[in-house]
C-alpha cells in the first residue's frame, strides 16, 4: 500500500493488543502458582510487617514494590493475572519509547523490537503473575530510565527533572533486585549512540558522554558498594571470583564458553524452540488447526501492521521547529546518502535503514554479553527451563534488538522484514498460547488436589506432615504449595511458625526430613516462617490424576498397586490420628480460594467413603456407594478405589455387592490380588461372624487363593 494507515501513536495499542492474543485469552481459568501462593498468603494473613521480614535478608528495596502491588491489587487470582499481562506491556512500551528517542522517525523499527521483545519465547513462567509482575516493573523502569537520559540530552530547558527521572528509575530498578544490572552496564554505549547524532568529532563525543554519565556511574558505584560491600551475598556466592582465584586459565575459557553458549540460546534457539514446541504434545484435529490458525493469524497481522505503520519524527522534531546544535539537519530536510565504511555511528540526525540496522546489532550484541554477568557472576545457570528462564528476561532486550538489527542490514524490502517478524510473533504466540494450556491444567490440578484433600481430610490437627513422593500437574512444589495447605487448614497463627508443611520425600529425605523413622524431629525453614514437626505426625498420601487421592494407612494400602517406593517406604509413618473427622472451616475457606464445588462426581463419594472407612461407619459407606455407582464410569482402572465400598458392604451385610465388586476389581486389574486378600482379612475379623459370613469367606478363598486362608468361621 502506496500510503500508511497506522501511526506510530498506535504502537502501545498493537502491543496491547498482542499481549491480549498471547497472554490474555487462558486468563480467567488461571490461578496462583510456585511463589505466587506464598506471596499472596503471607500478606493476607500476616500482613506487610512480613513481607518486609521475608525479603530483609535478600532484596529489602523489592518489599516496597510488593507492599504496593499487594495493596493494590490484593488476593484475586483473576486480577494478579490482569497486572502480570499488563506490565510485561508496559515493560514493552518503555522499550519502544526509549528507542523510539534513540532513534527518532524510526517508529517501525521501534516497533519491530518491541514485538519481539513483548513475545519473547524464552521466559515461560508469564503466568506466574505475581512473583514476575514485579520484574516487569523494573524491567520497565530499566528502559525508562535510558529514554529518560537522552530526553535529558535533548532537551536543555527540561535537562534537570528529565536527569532526576532518569537517576530515580535506575536507582528503583537497580536496589530492588539485581536482575538487570547487566542491562544497566550498556548506558554509556545508549548514551554514546545517541551523542554520535549530533556531535560529529569522536574523542568530542567521548568526552560530552563521559561528563554526562557521572551522575549515572555515582548511582551505580553506590549500588555496587551497598550491595558487594554492606550487604555482600546472603543467598548466591560469588562463584566466579573463587574459581577465577584457584583455576583462571580453566574458569576464563569457560567463562567464554557460556557467554557465547548463553547468547546463542537466547536469540538462536530460543527462537527454533517455537517450532519443536509444536511437536511436544499429540493434538486432536481440533488442536491442530488452532495451533496452526493461532499461528497464521497472528504472522498476517503482524505483517501487515508492520508494512502499513508510518515511520515519522516526534512533533519535537519537526523540520519547523529546530535544527540539531551540530548544525546537522533532521530527517525532513536531509538527503539520504548511501552507507560508507565507518558510518555505522555516523553522526548524522537522519541514519539510513543500515546504518541503524547496524547500530541496532552492534547495541544487541553489547546487550547481551553484558546482561548476563550477575547471573555468571554467582553460577547461576542461564537456560530456557522452567524455572532457570526467569534469568533470561535480562537478554529480552539484546535479543529482540539483535534480531531487528540483523532483518534492517541484511534485508533491503519492508515486506520481507515484515513478513520474517510475523512468523516469529506468530510462532510465539502459538508456544504462549499452549503454555497457557499448561497452567490451566496446573490450576485445575491443584483446585482437585486440594478439594479431594478436603474431602478426605476435613481437618488436621496442627504441625501435621504431609508426606508424598510429588504431585502429577504442572508447577507443583511443595514450598509454594505449602501456602494454601496453611490458608486452608489453619485457623489462627502462632508467628512464626506454620501450622502445616507439605514434603516432597525424594527431595527432602536426608535434608529436612532426616529419615523415615518415627519419632524423629522435622523442621522446614521458609523465610520468615518456618515449620517444627515430628516424623510421628505425618499423614502419608499419595495423588496420580485422574485416580482419586488415597490417604494412606498401615495395615490398609500396604499391598495397594502402583504405589512409588518411596510411598510405601514412608508409610509406616502414617498416623490417621492427625485427620480430624469433623471440621467446617477448610471447606469455607478452600472455596474462597478455588471457588464454588463443582458437581458431585466419582472421586468426592470415594474420599468420603474412605472417611467413613477410617471411622468405621459402614452404613454411610453403602449409602455412599449405592450413589457412586450410578455415576458414569471413570475413564481410568478406578477399581484400585473399590476397597472402602468393598469393606463397607461386607461389614454391612451386603455380601454379594462386595464379593461382585472385589471379581471386578480383580478381572480389571490381578495385580490387586494382595490389596484385596489384606481387605479380606480385615473383614475377616471385625465383620460379625454368621452364616452369611462363612459362605462368603468360602466365596472368596476360591476367588482370590490368599495366602494365608481366609478364615470361615
Known amino acids: 500500500m502506496k500510503k500508511s494507515i497506522f501511526r506510530p501513536r498506535t504502537v502501545p495499542l498493537a502491543l496491547l493488543i498482542l499481549c491480549i492474543a498471547a497472554f490474555g485469552l487462558a486468563i480467567p481459568w488461571l490461578g496462583f502458582y510456585q511463589d505466587d501462593w506464598i506471596v499472596i498468603w503471607l500478606s493476607r494473613t500476616f500482613g506487610p510487617r512480613v513481607l518486609i521480614e521475608s525479603f ?31 506490565t510485561r506491556w508496559l515493560s514493552a512500551v518503555s522499550v519502544w519509547w526509549f528507542l523510539s528517542v534513540l532513534w527518532p522517525g524510526k517508529t517501525r523499527q521501534a516497533a519491530t523490537a518491541a514485538l519481539l521483545f513483548v513475545i519473547y519465547p524464552s521466559f515461560k513462567q508469564q503466568f506466574v503473575s ?9 524491567m520497565a523502569a530499566q528502559f525508562f530510565s535510558f529514554g529518560a537520559m537522552l530526553m535529558a540530552q535533548r532537551s536543555p530547558r527540561r535537562s534537570l527533572a528529565w536527569t532526576v527521572l532518569a537517576l530515580l528509575s535506575g536507582a528503583f530498578s537497580m536496589f530492588s533486585a539485581e536482575y538487570f544490572f547487566g542491562v544497566e552496564i550498556l548506558r554509556p554505549l545508549v548514551l554514546w549512540v545517541s551523542l554520535r547524532r549530533t556531535t560529529p568529532d569522536l574523542r568530542t563525543s567521548l568526552k560530552r558522554t563521559a561528563w554526562l554519565l557521572l551522575p549515572y556511574l555515582g548511582v551505580v558505584l553506590l549500588f555496587l558498594g551497598w550491595r558487594l560491600l554492606i550487604f555482600k551475598f546472603p543467598t548466591y556466592e560469588p562463584k566466579l571470583l573463587t574459581n577465577i582465584l584457584e583455576h583462571p586459565y580453566m574458569t576464563m575459557l569457560e567463562l567464554v564458553q557460556t557467554i557465547i553458549q548463553d547468547a546463542l540460546d537466547v536469540t538462536l534457539f530460543t527462537w527454533t524452540s517455537t517450532l519443536n514446541f509444536t511437536h511436544r504434545i499429540q493434538y486432536n484435529l481440533g488442536s491442530w488447526l488452532f495451533l496452526w490458525g493461532s499461528v497464521a493469524v497472528s504472522a498476517l497481522a503482524a505483517w501487515y501492521y508492520l508494512v502499513n505503520l508510518e515511520n515519522s519524527l516526534p512533533q519535537a522534531e519537526t523540520a519547523s521547529q529546530a535544527r540539531s546544535d551540530s548544525g546537522f539537519v533532521i530527517a525532513s530536510e536531509a538527503k539520504q546518502s548511501p552507507l560508507a565504511p565507518g558510518d555505522c555511528f555516523s553522526p548524522r540526525s537522519d541514519i539510513s535503514d543500515e546504518v541503524l540496522g547496524l547500530q541496532a546489532t552492534l547495541l544487541g550484541l553489547a546487550s547481551l554479553l553484558l546482561a548476563g ?33 540483523l532483518l534492517e542490514t541484511l534485508l533491503k524490502n519492508k515486506n520481507q522484514r515484515a513478513a520474517i517478524v510475523g512468523i516469529l510473533v506468530g510462532l510465539a504466540v502459538s508456544m504462549h498460547l499452549q503454555l497457557a494450556g499448561t497452567f490451566r491444567q496446573a490450576n485445575e490440578g491443584q483446585a482437585n488436589f486440594f478439594r479431594q484433600l478436603v474431602w478426605r481430610v476435613p481437618g488436621l490437627r496442627t504441625d501435621t506432615l504431609l508426606l508424598t513422593d510429588t504431585l502429577r500437574f504442572p508447577y507443583a512444589g511443595s514450598n509454594s504449595l505449602a501456602a494454601p495447605l496453611n490458608w486452608i487448614y489453619a485457623s489462627d497463627y502462632n508467628f512464626p511458625q506454620m501450622a502445616y508443611q507439605l514434603i516432597f520425600i525424594p527431595e527432602e529425605l536426608g535434608k529436612d526430613l532426616p529419615a523415615l523413622e518415627p519419632g524423629l524431629p522435622v523442621r522446614h525453614d521458609q523465610v520468615p516462617l518456618r515449620f517444627t514437626g515430628s516424623t510421628s505426625q505425618a499423614v502419608v498420601f499419595y495423588h496420580e490424576p485422574p485416580a482419586c487421592l488415597q490417604i494412606l494407612q498401615p495395615g490398609v494400602h500396604d499391598q495397594l498397586p502402583r504405589l512409588p517406593g518411596e510411598v510405601l517406604s514412608a508409610l509406616e509413618l502414617s498416623n490417621l490420628d492427625q485427620i480430624q473427622t469433623t471440621a467446617s472451616g477448610p471447606s469455607r475457606r478452600l472455596e474462597e480460594i478455588f471457588g464454588p464445588q463443582p458437581a458431585q462426581d466419582w472421586c468426592y463419594f470415594f474420599e ?30 478406578y477399581e484400585i478405589e473399590f476397597i472402602p465400598y468393598i469393606e463397607g458392604y461386607a461389614n454391612g451385610g451386603q455380601w454379594d455387592k462386595a464379593i461382585n465388586l472385589t471379581r471386578r476389581a480383580l478381572n480389571s486389574l490381578p495385580t490387586m490380588r494382595p490389596a484385596l486378600c489384606q481387605t479380606w482379612q480385615r473383614i475377616s475379623i471385625y465383620a460379625a461372624p454368621n452364616s452369611e459370613r462363612q459362605a462368603a469367606m468360602q466365596r472368596m478363598n476360591q476367588n482370590l487363593d490368599c495366602a494365608p486362608r481366609l478364615p470361615e468361621d
Open 130 to 138: 505475581v512473583a514476575f509482575s514485579q520484574n516487569f516493573l523494573l
Open 373 to 405: 554477568w550477575p547471573y555468571w557472576f554467582t553460577g547461576l545457570q542461564v537456560e530456557a527451563e522452567i524455572s532457570n528462564d526467569r534469568f533470561t528476561m535480562a537478554f529480552m532486550f539484546g535479543a529482540s534488538l539483535l534480531i531487528m538489527g
Open 608 to 637: 468420603k467413603a474412605d472417611l467413613a472407612r477410617q471411622v468405621g461407619d459402614w452404613a454411610k459407606i453403602v449409602k455412599l456407594g449405592d450413589q457412586a455407582f450410578k455415576l458414569p464410569r471413570p475413564d481410568y482402572k
Open 56 to 86: 530483609a535478608h535478600e532484596r529489602p528495596f523489592y518489599a516496597a514494590i510488593y507492599l504496593l502491588t499487594t495493596t493494590l491489587v490484593g488476593d484475586s487470582a483473576l486480577a494478579w493475572q490482569i497486572f502480570g499481562l499488563l
